[in-house]
């Protein structure tokens, strides 16, 4: 007698597959009720907004660690901050304002202006390069943790801005008491010193949308990473660091694409902000532009980072 639940030669028998259709709808209810979300899928933007804001107490805190932690193996630690824009001042001063006297052309104070442009500028490249390692040196996190990945370019910034804070009441400092130098021209403290907060805000809010950009495309493309630092070395004379832009390129037919560029621009707005520069006066089509250059640079540099999210960490 052969038995019910085993072949002629004793092996089990196998029960035909259980052929199982699921309802897609009755899926994604059951999905939704219980909390559950797709992998891997970017989110739609209105809600990707809404999620990014209900995280901003932990971009606080991730910023605020991210500055802390700059220089803390160092015996100096967060002086450094001052320090280094200082010390980095000082050479362009004494090389192009009074060796090669390049920055002298057209200026007036050419230390409060090459320390002015300096600090600036290592702002913002400091925000571009954290926002371009913002990604990949947090590969360990993004893998690991669902969140925004706009988080981590935004507190990025934010950390740089922390530090140029006390840098900023350097900067003024030391431009205000170049003007008792019998070689340099007055600073005199007025009403459009007020403008400075509003001219840093500008440039931060440009620093953010292309900490963005980068931080998609070197996470895209890591090899990015190594011509960021040349790219930025052009961008600061090209910009009016060390010297007037005006000055050197304003009779070259191409010279007004260098002088209203983003980078140029926001330096001008805090050279008028605090210096009595004569070629640098104070503008309102410079912040209209430079108004216009933020709002450009950070609603692309975040929609083009939206549209990668789903790819952080999985490339």
Known sequence: MTDLRSGPTGSPLVPPPMERTLDPAAVNRAAE???LEQIGVRPGLLRYLKDLWTRRSFIQVLA??????ENQNTYLGQVWALLSPLLNALVYVVIFGFILQVGRAGIENTIAFIVVGVFMFRFFERSVMAGAHSINHNLALVRSVKFPRAVLPIAGVLAELASLGPALVVMVLISYLSGFLPIAGRVTIDVYWLLLPAAVALLWIFSTGCAFLVARWVALTPDLDNLLPHIMRVLMYAS??????????GDFSWGWIVEYQPVAVYLYLVRSSILDEPAYPPDLSMWLLGIGWAALFVIAGFLVFWRGEERYGRD
């Open 240 to 249: 009016g660091v060390i010297f007037s832009v005006d000055r050197y390129l």
């Open 33 to 35: 009720a219980s909390g």
């Open 64 to 69: 605020v660690s991210k500055a802390q932690a």
